[in-house]
């Protein structure tokens, strides 16, 4: 008896998916904190301007105008602060960048110490703000240590007859807490920076003929600028929006943008809230300003080197 063959339908071949886009993957994976992040910060920012506006809907009367502006820049306190606040972003930036490429470059040179001393240079990272600041009152105060034991050597009669370097007009203090507190930022990002093809290319021109400084300023230096303009940017950000440093460190007249948005936003005078948060847009804007003439002095820059 003999049956008929049966037919077997060949199994089709399963096609074989296709990954993500590493970006799409990196997206989707940052998105769930990229939202509430999102959500928070520009809630925060719509606020701030809408009351800057004259937004108040718990107060009877007004409208939307930019008397707030005006009113802002009337003040004497805050075209005062405009200056103390450049100065003391701009001096203090450009010191950390400065001792933090030179820590870094002096690190790199060093043999066997290399690893303690790199630790030693990052202690203080992990260090508040706060705390730094008050290192400094206790340090720079004209009761502090500085002036004790000058004291106590003989340069001066009394403890304060010591200069002035806390609460005082130019902001030393503040400077100094920012670049005590920037520098080893500075310097991490630097020594990142100083991978193995910088080694390769210093060689090559040690190779050439060029000298050490050529190889500095033609080789090293070039190579680190970006990254350590990169972190400047975040320096320079922090030290013109920073509150508590100032606070403590600074004079309450002329004080900082952020000083003087605190005192306003303190105001027992709700009609006052405005001015505050005109403050706050202000500082957001240059702060922004600043990070978008990085970012175009660099795309600049490299397409001239292409």
């Known amino acids: 008896m003999s049956t008929a063959p049966s037919t077997v339908s060949p199994s089709r071949p399963r096609r074989a ?19 509430v992040v999102a959500v928070f910060f520009l809630t925060g920012v719509a606020q701030a301007i809408a009351q800057s506006l004259g937004y108040q809907p718990f107060l009877p009367g007004g409208g939307l105008s930019l008397d707030a502006y005006r009113q802002v820049w009337a003040d004497p306190a805050v075209r005062a602060s405009f200056g103390v606040t450049a100065r003391v972003a701009l001096v203090s930036t450009a010191v950390s960048a400065a001792l933090g490429v030179a820590c870094a470059l002096l690190v790199r040179r060093l043999g066997r110490s290399r690893g303690w001393v790199a630790g030693v240079l990052q202690a203080n990272l992990a260090v508040p703000h706060l705390v730094g600041a008050l290192c400094m009152v206790l340090l720079l105060s004209q009761g502090g240590f500085l002036s004790r034991m000058a004291h106590a050597v003989g340069l001066t009669d009394t403890p304060a007859d010591f200069p002035a370097l806390t609460a005082d007009a130019f902001g030393w203090g503040i400077i100094a807490e ?21 080694d390769d290319l210093e060689r090559a021109a040690r190779v050439l003929g060029a000298s050490a400084w050529q190889r500095l300023t033609g080789v090293t230096l070039p190579l680190v600028a970006p990254a350590v303009a990169a972190g400047s940017v975040l320096v320079f950000a ?14 309450p007249y002329p004080a900082t943008l952020p000083v003087v948005a605190l005192q306003y936003y303190r ?14 847009v202000i500082i957001a804007v240059l702060t922004v300003a600043v990070a978008a003439g990085y970012f175009a002095l660099i795309s600049r ?5 292409v």
């Open 17 to 35: 998916r296709r990954p993500l886009p590493r970006g799409v993957r990196i997206a989707l994976l940052l998105a769930p904190a990229l939202t």
């Open 178 to 198: 920012y670049v005590w507190k920037e520098t080893p930022f500075l310097a991490v990002i630097a020594l990142a920076a100083l991978g193995r093809g910088v």
């Open 238 to 251: 922090f030290a013109a929006g920073s509150y508590e440093v100032p606070a403590l460190l600074g004079r």
């Open 267 to 280: 105001d027992t005078d709700l009609r006052a809230r405005p001015q505050a948060m005109a403050l706050a």
């Open 301 to 305: 820059l490299s397409r001239r080197s």
